[in-house]
């Protein structure tokens, strides 16, 4: 697999990234009136995301499998998230807007994967340790979009207590919409981290023989998200602690993600 | 030559009792306009009826007929005189694009104008009373009026308190169908608000001191009417609640409100206190998911919305000034054009005849493919010859000089008027 063609695909995919962000935080801020900024934004976006997958495909080709450090980690989890979007977007069209806190996050994990270092691959042999990584990134990429839906419902929800009903509450989805799309993230993203969280004990125990530090965070990751879920079934929780605890959260599942491959013994 | 002549009755120059009398329902407009196309002069015609306007845009040769038979009709209808307004040429286009741009609206920036002048347009086009001049300036018009709503800030913002309650309760819980709105009191305000949140799909409850009053309006507005001992019951269930009693005291105190939120399970509760002195307790705003506006606050908006209106009405006469310019010179072209088509078919129609004589004489030994060779010859002698006063005359379109340059060259080359076929040429 020539580098090159590596190269290029990462950057024009951060290059897509970097235009529909503009375009989409343009919308929402209101600096162009162009009602084109929305569409195109989420074409780049789209385009972004396809260029995105092509990149990680060659990459998967070249080394023979699932990501196997950091950073190739972070760029598959970005590729999730952004994918996430693309396909909830289709159901409820009013969240396009809320890709102007998508593609933002999607550049900075993707730019976050090319700084951090690689590993040889190989080392992730065995099937439990491939349905933890997959498990994993998968809970954490439908969290990548419960978090964005939380951080659109705050801005969103300050705009009305606020009593500031400008061009930002305007364009921005419904608190409603935005709280039933958030949960429903959580809901699909908990199961996928507690398998995680399972077979990490596994190979916890496999690798290092006791159980490391960031299985104490990514266990911490997931009662917060399941306290958010209990809580609002069980309390009612919903609306702004909703989001915090989203927020939260998915601060934790990043760090589990990060320090998982950043600071763990190679199984 | 059509001239466009616009005469009308709109909400500055007519009571509503004249409006009324000249109103024009649905169901009937294809009849009247039909029977305005009918009046003599009136070549193409068109009529927009809303509950601020009628007006009857119409075409024909003679404006000074058209405006007689128009304001004939007016007439008829009870409309006096004094009621009338009239745009003829240039400025009757400007008239339109304003209305459908929602510049001459009651509440500047309103949407649905623009859907009234497009059904007014399909029901005459349906009843074959339009031609090319209003089907020209209404399709003009309408991208014109789309210009506006994208380009400017015209549509944004409020502009009633009711409007705002609208907006601000599809802010919080998107689409309203379904969703329940408690009117607390018989304010006029706070039930227009209702009304309006009802006619998004909300479903009414009526409270009221006096339960046969909330029984009569509830009635009237096609809701549910309660005592006001159900109120800490229908806080829990009603998603907005629009609070208009003339108490001198709170009638929702927070810690109602709280109660409310726990049986609630946490589903966003607003609060529209429109009562002075207010009816909720303000303190209850500070709860999670409670969102409480009252009367200052809303006629903030409003007036925020009316401001920001201002800036973006001077943004969408720039719009129109360019589209009206655009429109223009279209005019101005499309009367120069049959001047210029006359002038072609006649040059051309000449020089065919005298390849033809020669054909039959002296060129006769000629073989088919030498005289397709010369026709294609001549027709590219007279394209060349013709660009240059083609060039001139289009260029002119917009000046006095372009005018009398036409009237010159149907003079000297003995041009037919307007669309009339050419003379044959001499033989």
Known sequence: ?267 | MSSLVVVGVNHRTAPVETRERVAVDADGLGDVVKSVRGLDGVREAMLVATCNRVEVYAAGDDAEAVTRALRGFFHQRGASEQYLYEHRGEAGAGHAFRVCASLDSLVVGEPQILGQVKEAWQVARASGTTGPLLNRLMARAFQAAKRVRTETGIANGQVSVASVAVDLARGIFGDLTGHRVIVVGAGKMALGAARSLVRNGALLAVVNRSYDKAVALAQEHGGVAHPLTDLPLLLQHGDVVVCSTGAARYVINRDEVAAAMKGRRGRSLFLIDIAVPRNVDPRAGDLDNVYLYNVDDLERIVSEGTSTRSAAKAAAEKVLAEELDAYRREQRTQQATPVITALRQRFRATALAELERSLAKSLKHLTPDDRKALEVMVDATVNKLLHAPTAALKARVDTPEGATAGEVLRELFELPDGSAPPPDPPR
């Open chain 1, 1 to 267: 697999m020539p580098p090159e063609l590596l190269a290029a695909t990462y950057y024009g995919a951060t290059a897509l990234y970097a235009a529909a962000g503009v375009a989409l935080v343009a919308h929402l801020a209101g600096t162009t009136r162009r009602p084109s900024a929305l569409a195109w934004g989420v074409r780049l976006l789209t385009a972004a995301a396809a260029l995105h997958g092509l990149h990680e495909a060659l990459r998967w080709g070249a080394t023979l499998g699932p990501p196997s450090g950091l950073g190739a980690a972070l760029s598959v989890l970005a590729l999730l998230g952004v994918t996430g979007f693309l396909v909830v977007r289709r159901t409820q069209p009013r969240l396009d807007v809320t890709g102007a806190f998508v593609a933002p996050l999607t550049l900075l994990l993707l730019v976050a994967s090319r700084v951090s270092a690689e590993r040889p691959a190989g080392h992730l042999g065995g099937a439990v340790l491939a349905l933890h990584v997959a498990s994993v990134l998968t809970g954490t990429a439908a969290f990548t979009l419960a978090f964005v839906m939380a951080l659109a419902y705050l801005l969103q929800e300050r705009q009305v207590k606020k009593k500031r009903l400008g061009g930002v509450f305007q364009r921005l989805p419904p608190l409603d919409v935005l709280d039933a799309v958030g949960y429903r993230c959580v809901a699909v993203g908990l199961p996928a981290l507690t398998l995680g969280n399972v077979t990490g004990l596994f190979v916890g125990a496999r690798g290092a023989g006791a159980v490391v530090w960031q299985q104490y965070v990514g266990m911490g990751a997931w009662v917060l998200f399941a306290g958010v879920l209990v809580l609002r079934l069980a309390a009612g929780w919903r609306g702004r602690r909703a989001a915090i605890g989203t927020i939260l959260g998915y601060a934790s599942a990043l760090v589990v993600l990060a320090g998982y491959y950043a600071g763990s013994p190679s199984p």
